[in-house]
């Protein structure tokens, strides 16, 4: 089911406009919700709804828990979303998050049965399959680095929760304790 035109955007053109736009948006989630009602009550073999973001807890996790569907809400980023981050939490009956510090962005006393409601499933790999690779050393000749070097990298934007900062401080301490490891490392961050 299409968002309607009024939910459409990011969420910070969400919050721009004046009370007639946030009005017509607070319309369309309503009209929104119903069509999402409505399509569950037809469909009764629906046994879980699964919401990635706040906009789907909000929205279809919320039409879900009306039409008395287990909601399990997955949440991958620690953003702080304040009372509807809450919000959320209280529409889902399961809350997986990837990381024990994502939990920080919840309150639990705002959140009904919160011991029991979130579980932290970390993203992993296969561990064989990275065995696999072979290396092409394409970043090494591309920069000039010796065949014999480690690489150690981060793809990611730069923000705190990224850990550039945990890495930093982790290369300080092999430094203060003379490790041989980093006269065979170089490292790269990638935005």
């Known amino acids: 089911m299409n968002y309607p035109e009024e939910l459409n955007r990011t ?8 009370i007639n736009k946030k009005f017509k948006m607070l319309l369309g989630i309503g009209k929104y919700i119903k069509n999402y009602i409505k399509y569950f009550k037809k469909n009764r ?20 828990k009306l039409s008395g569907i287990p909601v399990l809400w997955y949440v991958r980023i620690d953003k702080r979303l ?11 009956n399961k809350i997986v ?35 696999q690779v072979v290396s092409d050393n394409s970043l090494k000749k ?4 010796e065949f014999d070097m480690n690489l150690v990298g981060i793809i990611a934007s730069i923000q705190p929760r990224k850990g550039q900062k945990d890495l930093i401080n982790s290369i300080v301490q092999l430094q203060k304790n003379k490790s041989l490891v980093l006269d065979k490392t170089r490292f790269f961050n990638y935005w």
Do not use: P
């Open 142 to 145: 591309q920069y000039s680095i």
């Open 11 to 18: 969420g910070s053109e969400l919050r721009k406009g004046g």
């Open 97 to 131: 998050v990837i990381a024990d510090n994502v939990k920080k962005i919840f309150n639990a006393q705002y959140i009904w049965n919160s011991k029991n409601k979130f579980r932290t499933v970390y993203t992993g790999i296969d561990l064989d399959s990275v065995d």
């Open 45 to 64: 073999d629906i046994d879980l709804v699964y919401c990635n973001d706040i906009r789907s807890i909000l929205t279809c996790g919320l039409a879900a």
């Open 82 to 92: 304040g009372i509807f981050n809450h919000i959320g939490a209280n529409i889902a």
